[in-house]
């Protein structure tokens, strides 16, 4: 078979797009990447997602060590010259230990932001972005910028409240998340019409896929304020199953990866990207890997993104 990574002459044995590996103790870098399989799963699903972390470095492996490399996505190199990207690899969660698991995210990510750097988290269900945001307690106020199907404000399922429906709702009660944009819903959810009204009542901005066609991209990046910090937490089937099969529940009508590029670049050219999830891939659901190299686009596309605020302005979180 014909390998991308031995034509261009990659590397191997090193972290996502081939950086280095960092301690997760010491935590330096300016961008500094972890994985985790779970937080807090449903005694009903288990760790549906583990491996995710693990496919999406699969999905990006073929371009690894190419940081001087032209990426049209960014318009520029790769990684920006003179940033430092790391990757701590994958956290040491346990499916049985849902609050150890937390208290680890939270104490990793906490880390990551007392050096300097700005925590990107490859997973892994849906729970995981809320002990990540929970880290930011003393530097907000912060806004989220949600891409996903569903807008997951239920506030317990099966008993549970930290679960992967529930993470908006969490946030919402943050003292330090001052706003909440949600972009992508469509179809059948878990939602009922009370989780809409509240979202809706707290004063999250909600954008459904269908409005994307008119003028949907642009109203959330206006409902971002000018210079704020935010937080994307990218839900993979908030994309199109077309180019992301791998999820547990493929709905129709999702963003394009244009769509993407154009809602995340547009953020990131009036506010400050200070974090980001990308949660919910799913191994087994995958076709052929075509998921997985989606989403190691988009993971570059997103840590090319933040190098190149860093390199721009210096910008790190702490």
Excluded at 57 to 86: C, L, Q, S, T, W
Excluded at 187 to 197: D, H, L, M, Q, R
Excluded at 278 to 297: C, I, N, S, W, Y
């Amino acid at each position: 078979m014909v390998s991308l990574r031995d034509m261009f002459g990659g590397s191997e044995g090193e972290g996502f797009l081939g950086v280095p590996f960092a301690d997760p103790e010491a935590p330096e870098g300016d961008v500094v990447i972890m994985g985790a399989d779970c937080a807090t799963p449903y005694l009903s699903v288990g760790a549906y997602c583990a491996g995710g972390p693990a496919a999406v470095r699969a999905g990006a492996a073929a371009y690894a060590g190419h940081m001087g490399k032209y990426n049209f996505d960014i318009d520029g190199p790769v990684i920006a010259e003179g940033v430092a990207v790391r990757d701590l690899g994958d956290l040491p969660v346990d499916p049985e230990d849902a609050e150890g698991n937390r208290a680890l995210i939270r104490a990793v990510t906490g880390r990551v932001l007392a050096a300097g750097g700005i925590p990107v988290l490859l997973g892994g269900d849906d729970s995981l972005p809320t002990p990540m945001v929970q880290a930011y307690a003393d530097r907000g106020p912060l806004h989220i910028l949600q891409i996903d199907a569903h807008i997951d404000w239920r506030d317990t399922v099966e008993g549970e409240s930290w679960g992967l429906s529930s993470t908006m709702r969490r946030m919402s009660e943050m003292e330090h998340v001052a706003g909440i944009v949600q972009v992508g819903q469509r179809g059948i959810g878990s939602a009922t019409a009370a989780e809409v009204a509240a979202a809706r009542d707290w004063g999250a901005t909600l954008i459904p896929a269908q409005a994307l066609d008119c003028g949907g991209i642009v109203q959330a990046i206006s409902a971002i304020p000018v210079g704020a910090d935010v937080v994307v937490c990218l839900d993979w089937d908030g994309l199109d199953p077309a180019i992301m099969p791998g999820v547990i529940a493929p709905t129709a009508g999702g963003l394009s990866y244009r769509e993407l590029m154009a809602l995340v670049g547009g953020v990131a050219a009036r506010a400050r990207l200070v974090g980001v999830a990308m949660v919910e891939f799913m191994p087994e659901a995958d076709r052929d890997g075509a998921g997985a190299l989606t989403a190691g686009q988009a993971a570059a596309l997103l840590v090319g993104m933040i190098a190149q605020q860093c390199a721009r302005h210096g910008d790190k979180s702490a």
